[in-house]
């Protein structure tokens, strides 16, 4: 489809680490993922809300259709160690379809919706440089596979692994940090409406920064956080559709629980086979216990 902006290869800065008193994945931003995770026998619980309007997606008819998406992913995360996790993805979506008048299918709206693919990973810190109070730097790999959920409108009906390494650093009220990932598609999602649903190999590249706008320093005893965020997140396929990102958000973290908001927005963007976006707005919930 259209390329919205020159493509722009800046990416910078920066997600997190553990609160001082709290074992829980904490300054994690909120689309991606980081090298913290649940200390041993801690499970952590996170739903994620998110709506998503594309614009140009192919339709069945040779034309092209708007798509307003919502979506609540369920996300179980388990420390097996300190250094080992286990995370189970659980995500549901509806679909609004608008056709347009250039489709031989007439000017409609349609609906599709159900579980989408699940996903199964681990997580392995391979190494944890803590130093000066809080200040840390972590390194993960993350391993494990997408399956499917045989929704017919939803599905690739397809088991695909993927690999990929995050990396986290703190220092002071900054935190930096980001990661990759591929993922080995083989086989597509029905009509593809978001990048990374088509058949071919699909990579993301993420960098962020969190700055605690509050407290200025810790005190002794456990309190909340409040963060600012931006993220730069960049979406590739092999065959060549791309999406460069910019997402400013919220994050506020007390000693168990979190709360978190984000807006998505493209820099550059090309796409063939899927859809372009226009904006995601994403709000989710994290929980210790």
Do not use: C
């Amino acid at each position: 489809m259209t390329t919205i902006r020159p493509y722009t290869a800046a990416l910078i800065a920066a997600v997190g680490t553990l609160l001082p008193t709290v074992a829980v994945s904490a300054q994690q931003a909120t689309n991606q993922a980081s090298a913290t995770q649940p200390g041993k026998g801690v499970w952590v619980f996170r739903e994620r809300l998110a709506y998503m309007r594309f614009e140009n997606a192919p339709d069945d008819g040779g034309g092209t259709q708007d798509v307003d998406q919502f979506s609540a992913e369920s996300i179980l995360a388990y420390g097996i160690t300190g250094d080992l996790a286990v995370m189970a993805h659980l995500p549901a979506k509806v679909r609004w379809f608008t056709r347009g008048r250039d489709s031989a299918l007439g000017d409609r709206r349609d609906v599709d919706g159900g579980l989408a693919d699940w996903t199964l990973m681990g997580q392995w810190r391979f190494l944890r440089v803590d130093r000066v109070g809080i200040d840390t730097a972590r390194y993960a790999m993350q391993f494990g596979v997408e399956g499917p959920s045989y929704n017919e409108a939803l599905s690739s009906e397809s088991f695909d692994p993927f690999i990929g390494l995050s990396t986290t650093h703190i220092v002071g009220r900054h935190g930096f940090g980001g990661g990759v990932r591929y993922k080995f598609n083989t086989d597509s999602v029905p009509n593809p409406v978001e990048i990374g649903d088509g058949g071919d190999g699909y990579l993301t590249a993420d960098l962020s920064y969190l700055y605690r706008l509050s407290p200025e320093a810790y005190g002794s005893e456990p309190e909340g956080s409040t963060y600012a965020q931006i993220e730069l997140n960049a979406r590739y396929e092999v065959d060549g559709d791309r999406q460069n990102l910019i997402a400013p958000g919220l994050l506020y973290e007390a000693p168990t629980w979190a709360a978190e908001i984000s807006v998505q927005v493209p820099i550059d963007q090309r796409t063939t086979d899927t859809a372009d976006l226009r904006v995601s707005v994403v709000a989710g919930v994290r929980l210790l216990f």
